[in-house]
């Protein structure tokens, strides 16, 4: 696998609100080990779409693992242009910090945003141009990343090839407790 989507929940779904929540770290760590794993796969791009939540701290861990894998490179594909336009001024700081390191941006649309179809759009054109999904999601929280899900499972009744990986609750459950025992990885 040399390209990976990775996708999952926005804050709000998971009930976080600011960044020194402990599932952030959490779910940054759950996120880190996976992509190690894949690395060692021969890993070389991974595509997010720029949203909050799990795709900004996926970004986050990518800049971290750049360190140790510089070879890493990531995008951020918009479902349209001015995305953050109305986010707040510290969401909007994050954003910019995660585009300015990107080695690629660019915007399915290529215009400001008219309606829920562009998302749709830039999860088929990301599926279509990677080789797997990382979805942090639980069939038991549905919530945005279902979209993902079912779209991923649609491409794959024709592409066998593509993979999906799914980091869940119980996998979060894991690292939560690793973490507090301070297990290394």
Do not use: C
């Not at 960044?19 to 959490?26: A, M, S, Y």
């Amino acid at each position: 696998m040399k390209s990976l989507y990775i996708t999952g929940y926005r804050p709000h779904e998971l009930g976080i609100f600011n960044d020194k929540h402990p599932g952030v770290e959490i779910i940054k760590t759950a996120l880190e080990n996976q992509l190690r794993i894949f690395l060692d796969d021969g890993l070389e791009w991974v595509v997010i779409g720029g949203q909050q939540g799990v795709e900004t701290w996926a970004a986050q861990v990518i800049l971290e693992l750049k360190n140790d894998f510089p070879h890493l490179k990531y995008s951020i594909i918009t479902p349209f242009l001015e995305q953050e336009k109305n986010w707040n001024e510290h969401k909007q700081a994050t954003y910019m910090h995660i585009v300015s390191k990107a080695d690629f941006v660019t915007s399915v649309t290529k215009r400001p945003y008219e309606a829920p179809w562009q998302f749709i759009e830039k999860d088929k054109f990301i599926i279509d141009n990677t080789d797997a999904t990382l979805l942090v999601y639980d069939d038991e929280n549905e919530g945005s990343p279902k979209y993902v899900h079912r779209l991923v499972e649609k491409y794959q009744e024709i592409h066998q090839d593509y993979e999906l990986f799914v980091i869940n609750a119980y996998d979060l459950q894991m690292v939560a407790e690793e973490l507090q025992r301070g297990d290394e990885w």
